[in-house]
């Protein structure tokens, strides 16, 4: 039988390490070889949501990707090896997915790609890298299975592909943390639980609930929503007849703020929970005045409080990026940084130059890539998860996009079964 969890409370943020030089300009991908190591590109693809509903998080996703690149560039990280991005739009699809990576697979430069944002993207996309040899690490893939096959909740782990790594926690810790925090701290008892049936909101609404039943907490409905639609009336008059002193949502910021503010304006009191997917300042805009004192919880601790990112943030407002870092942008660069490492591992191993199979040697460096990145120590485990198991609590304070989310709680769910 599983013993209850406990979360561990961190007493304070611990400080990274690394210390980025100077630098990203934002000057076209092509400009960076005048700051650039030398003869040999080595191309990073980018798949993320570049238009669409889910853009703001996809734009931070590139752009910090960029940066992260044009960093190495500039101190000439790996000698002899210029940088460069190849950016693909997935609109949040797994089909548009699947086709990206099929493209950055028939690219030889293609050493390594960040992303998806999506898990349900990132499962079309893994068999394609793999069958390649094609390293892909995510920032923001949560989805337990990915890295632990389907069985990882019935003791059965089985890494499913050797080419798949991710700098963000799983929905395995998230869900639970989340049910920790607002039964024990925030003292809700009655849940209304909804999710958009895709392989993210289902997933984390399921450990969500399995946690919070746990503890002692009550399920007084359920819903799945369509994905495509805004219009939540009749789910908003259900959740205020439920009585629910809580509605967690599995999903996205697209439907969860439309739904925080219909669901408040038929008359429910409870506040609206949900992962990382809706830890966006685009939350906040569509949720209006209705959002406010509703909850996220996100992977790692709040990028702006940790001394390890402090270059990262001003060396990105340096670069005159238009579109804000997001929930992702430090993990995104981090993720880029673990591909960087993992090459300069291998041009180092070969005498300064890249390999005929540099693909696959890129595949076993990043086993044993760690490093202080902007997000805290970098490294992976046996499965390609991060061993970076901080998470942090956020609540919406105010309608100001920029600032109205403030963390509340930061810290570690440590489970047993």
């Known amino acids: 039988m599983r013993q209850r969890s406990l979360i561990a409370i961190t007493a304070a943020l611990t400080a990274g390490a690394l210390t980025l030089t100077a630098c990203g300009s934002r ?43 044009k960093q190495a560039n500039s101190k000439k990280y790996v000698d002899g090896v210029t940088f460069k991005i190849e950016a693909l739009d997935d609109q949040g699809q797994p089909s ?53 096959g ?30 920790q925090y607002l039964y024990n701290k925030a003292k809700k008892k009655k849940v209304f639980v909804v999710d958009d049936k895709k392989t993210y909101g289902a997933g984390l609404a399921a450990t969500f609930k399995d946690e919070f039943t746990k503890l002692g907490g ?44 219909q669901m408040k304006q038929a ?18 805009k569509l949720s209006g005045k209705q959002g406010v004192g509703d909850y996220a919880t996100s992977v790692g601790q709040p990028v702006e409080e940790l001394p390890s990112a402090k270059e990262f943030i001003a060396n990105y407002k340096k670069a005159g990026f238009k579109e804000a870092y997001e929930a992702y942008g430090g993990y995104s660069y981090d993720s880029a940084w673990a591909i960087i490492e993992a090459v ?44 970076n198991k901080q998470l942090t609590v956020y609540q919406v304070k105010s309608t100001d996009p920029k600032s109205g989310w403030k963390p509340v709680e930061s810290g570690t769910y440590t489970g047993t079964n």
């Open 27 to 69: 000057d076209d991908k092509d400009d960076g070889d005048e700051a650039g190591g030398g003869g040999t590109t080595v191309v990073i693809g980018v798949d993320a949501p570049l238009t669409g509903e889910l853009s703001a998080l996809g734009l931070g996703i590139r752009n910090s990707v960029d940066l992260a690149t």
């Open 96 to 148: 548009s997915g699947q086709t990206n990576a099929t493209k950055l697979v028939a690219d030889k430069e293609v050493l390594g790609a960040v992303g998806p944002l999506n898990s349900s993207v990132a499962e079309s996309m893994q068999k394609v890298f793999d069958d390649a040899k094609l390293v892909q690490v995510s920032p923001a893939n949560t989805n337990p299975a990915l890295t632990q």
């Open 150 to 179: 389907p069985d990882w909740n019935g003791g059965k782990k089985a890494r499913p592909y050797k080419s798949y790594f991710r700098t963000a926690t799983t929905d395995a810790i998230q869900g639970p943390f989340a049910a």
């Open 218 to 261: 009550k399920v007084v409905g359920t819903e799945h929503i369509n994905p495509d639609t805004k219009d939540f009336g009749a789910v908003a008059t259900k959740i205020r007849n439920s009585d629910a002193d809580l509605v967690y949502y599995g999903g996205e910021y697209p439907q969860a703020g439309p739904l925080s503010k």
């Open 267 to 284: 008359g429910s009191k409870a506040p609206l929970v949900g992962g990382d997917g809706i830890y966006s300042a685009d939350f906040i």
């Open 344 to 387: 300069k591992k291998v041009v180092d191993d070969n005498d300064g130059k890249l390999p005929d199979d540099a693909r696959a040697k890129v595949i076993d460096a990043m086993k044993g890539v760690s490093f202080d990145g902007v997000t805290g120590k970098v490294s992976f485990d046996e499965y390609g998860d991060a061993t």
